[in-house]
């Protein structure tokens, strides 16, 4: 029961709207003819979680409770890829694309994809960087102030004081002792 209720209260549990989101991109990707590896790199940026978590959570769980979607999404895929092949026939030109075909494009699109997605994953390894290096600095600052506190002349005056004050009464209860033995 233990090893349940610590699953169970994990902070980074899947949730079954994490589960939505992550079903949602995977199928979109299928639907479009993209793959897997792709929705799980969007699903990743979108949830907080690496790729390889969402692979595993869409494979082991999630799969299973989306199979009718999963066909649909596919028949979706063979009609899209009969209107690309349909619009393949019709010529576009875009001056950056060196070839301007629909397929052209679509792999350029792809690729730029491709692209926000790396430059997603990067800014969110920054972010967490940034945020690790505050907690660093946060833990600097208080040590610091700490050390301050500690070197305080102030602080050391007051203990100065006290000390001088107890060393002068034993020394005062020390000449009254060695008074008392000469007499």
Same mark, same amino acid.
């Given at each position: ?26 199928? #979109?990707?299928?639907? &479009?003819?993209?793959? %897997?590896?792709?929705?799980?790199? *969007?699903?990743? =940026?979108? @949830? ?65 994809? #491709?692209?926000?997605? &790396?430059?997603?994953? %990067?800014?969110?390894?920054?972010? *967490?960087?940034? =945020?690790? @290096? ?50």
């Amino acid at each position: 029961m233990e090893t349940v209720e610590r699953w169970t209260t994990r902070s980074d549990a899947w949730t079954p709207d994490d589960d939505r989101k992550l079903a949602d991109i995977v199928l #979109r990707h299928i639907r &479009e003819g993209s793959t %897997q590896l792709n929705a799980f790199v *969007e699903a990743a =940026n979108l @949830l907080g979680r690496t790729p390889a978590a969402c692979g595993y959570r869409w494979n082991g769980v999630v799969r299973r409770s989306y199979s009718d979607d999963i066909k649909q999404a596919k028949l979706d895929k063979k009609t899209h890829a009969t209107l690309k092949g349909h619009f393949a026939r019709r010529r576009v030109w875009y001056p950056e694309l060196e070839d301007s075909s629909i397929e052209g494009i679509i792999r350029a699109l792809k690729q730029h994809e #491709r692209l926000y997605y &790396e430059l997603q994953e %990067q800014n969110r390894e920054m972010q *967490e960087r940034i =945020n690790s @290096l505050q907690q660093e600095l946060e833990q600097l600052q208080y040590a610091n102030r700490q050390l301050r506190e500690q070197a305080d002349p102030s602080n050391g005056t007051d203990q100065l004081a006290e000390d001088s004050k107890t060393l002068l009464a034993i020394m005062e209860r020390a000449r009254k002792l060695l008074e008392a033995e000469g007499k």
